[in-house]
């Protein structure tokens, strides 16, 4: 496995998405630099609300980096699904007249829905519904069986069937990382 290095930078709701990204970039063989990573602050609201209210100003810092940047956008799809999550982001750039992300730059948007913890438990060998919420996990880094999960998959080329929100994230991650 070759070794690429990254500008990265992380803008995700809580310490899980952290972990969860961190672990399964590094699984991936990818080594990032200087990560800049935006967590919203615990006690201060949705985090879906700061994801969504802080992207366009991280996106216009991604956009303002040399070369080997990704942005990696982490929000949870509650109730309203990828398309909807990703539409609300593209609604944000609209209001601050800033174009959305185009098909030439690093940005992956992953939407887990309901939540983090629905893809956790998928990996987990579990059948799941993006509507249930699943528990969370004690500690962030018990994630990890799940991204080693995941990593398999990805390094199988195993297409992601019963977690229709898992699947779109691995096509995103695709499309970023071919480039």
């Not at 398309?83 to 593209?90: C, D, F, H, V």
């Not at 609604?91 to 893809?119: H, L, S």
């Not at 080329?157 to 977690?163: D, M, N, Q, R, Y």
Request: hydrophobic residues 35%; positive net charge; aromatic residues 8%.
């Amino acid at each position: 496995m070759s070794i690429k290095k990254v500008q990265l930078i992380l803008l995700c709701e809580d310490k899980q998405h952290k972990s969860f990204v961190y672990r399964f970039l590094k699984k991936r063989g990818l080594q990032y630099i200087n990560p800049r990573v935006k967590i919203s602050p615990m006690g201060n609201g949705s985090g879906e609300q700061y994801v969504r209210k802080v992207f366009t100003q991280e996106l216009n810092y991604y956009r303002k980096r040399t070369t080997n940047a990704v942005f990696i956008v982490m929000i949870d799809g509650d109730t309203v699904g990828v398309n909807g999550r990703i539409g609300q982001l593209k609604q944000e750039c609209e209001k601050r007249n800033i174009q959305f992300r185009q098909e030439d730059e690093a940005v992956m948007i992953a939407v887990p829905t309901r939540n983090i913890e629905t893809w956790i438990h998928f990996l987990d060998s579990n059948d799941v519904n993006e509507i249930k919420p699943y528990p969370k996990l004690p500690k962030e880094r018990d994630c990890q069986p799940a991204v080693d999960k995941l990593v398999e998959i990805c390094q199988n080329k195993e297409p992601v069937i019963g977690c229709p929100s898992l699947a779109a994230a691995c096509e995103e991650y695709k499309l970023v990382f071919r480039k």
